[in-house]
């Protein structure tokens, strides 16, 4: 009976086997999809949303688990460092979020040139989604304007220039008139426009659910009823309506207490718990939005209507600011 010999340790078989150990493992599609959602920027500031929220909840239990260890003499001092250090690490992902928006008016912009070229499904929803649009003209320079101001970047009195800083060959003199900046108002009046859409994307939801009821009646009346294919669209577009429905809820009671001077809920734990689950949502959408779909089989392909109809058929109509809108950390007010 031979004996088989195992093969002799040189230089290169002990190179494979460390620095090309990575070679043991397979590709994997979840990695790959986790490497394409996070290269962008929603993506990421997605999943910073989570972390943020969830290590702002985390932080009021380790304080107060630090105080019943103090009171049963397990602690020297009713303090938690790790509560400390979370906090921290949450007030900079907050931070580090709405400076990455300081672009994030560029895409409203592109958005509304488009609006204007490609027609809504209705006059309802194009009027809907012009407010929308304006409402983020108005949201953006306001926060952003609020965390320069927040952080010293620029002065709390502006100066407005004089008509002859205009005119050439001029000695020009300080402008006596200057516009104050207060701090809390921007915070207010740009939470009060994020508020506006959050309203109003709520109403487009409703009228995008009429139009998918309206959709679903249209092929039930086709002489082959829906195929599977059509069937699978409707509940894909039915669940990111539901995903999006749970995002402008959550978002709902941030925003009506952001826009108020003395706000509405006394503990903040309820912001955070609220801001966690809009996030989860919102990483949920982005997550399904960026999968790889699996080609068309012939059986797949969607036929053209058997039957003309004159009732709108409901395209899938997806928040074109859903990449954009997010949780303003204005809680430092």
């Not at 982005?286 to 004159?310: H, R, Y």
């Amino acid at each position: 009976m031979s004996t088989v010999s195992s093969k002799p340790l040189s230089l290169a078989r002990i190179e494979d086997l460390t620095l090309g150990s990575f070679g043991l493992l397979q590709p994997s599609k979840t990695l790959d999809h986790l490497v394409r959602f996070l290269s962008t920027w929603s993506g990421s500031d997605k999943l910073f949303g989570i972390i943020q929220y969830t290590v702002k909840l985390i932080v009021p239990f380790l304080q107060w688990r630090a105080r019943l260890q103090h009171g049963a003499g397990l602690r020297k001092a009713p303090i938690s460092p790790s509560a400390d250090r979370l906090a921290k690490l949450g007030g900079i992902i907050g931070d580090a979020r709405m400076f990455f928006r300081i672009w994030g008016l560029l895409p409203i912009i592109q958005w509304l040139i488009s609006l204007e070229r490609n027609p809504s499904p209705t006059r309802k929803i194009r009027t809907i989604e012009r407010l929308q649009g304006w409402s983020m003209l108005g949201y953006y320079p306001l926060e952003h304007l609020y965390y320069l101001l927040s952080h010293d970047i620029i002065p709390d009195k502006v100066a407005l220039p004089s008509v002859t800083a205009f005119i050439p060959f001029i000695r020009t003199k300080p402008s006596s008139k200057s516009i104050q900046l207060d701090l809390g108002k921007l915070g207010l009046w740009s939470t009060r426009f994020w508020a506006a859409y959050v309203v109003l994307q709520l109403v487009h939801l409703r009228e995008d659910s009429k139009l998918l009821q309206a959709r679903e009646r249209t092929l039930s009346k086709t002489k082959s009823g829906a195929t599977p294919a059509e069937k699978e669209d409707i509940r894909k577009r039915r669940s990111a309506m539901l995903n999006e429905l749970v995002v402008n809820l959550a978002y709902l009671p941030l925003t009506i207490h952001w826009s108020t001077e003395k706000g509405v809920f006394s503990n903040p734990v309820w912001l955070d718990f609220f801001g966690l689950i809009a996030s989860i949502a919102s990483w949920k959408s982005g997550w399904e939005a960026t999968a790889l779909q699996p080609p068309l089989n012939g059986s797949d392909i969607v036929p053209p209507p058997v039957e003309p109809t004159d009732e709108k058929l409901a395209p899938y109509i997806e928040d074109p600011l859903k990449d954009v809108i997010e949780a303003p950390a204005l809680d430092e007010m």
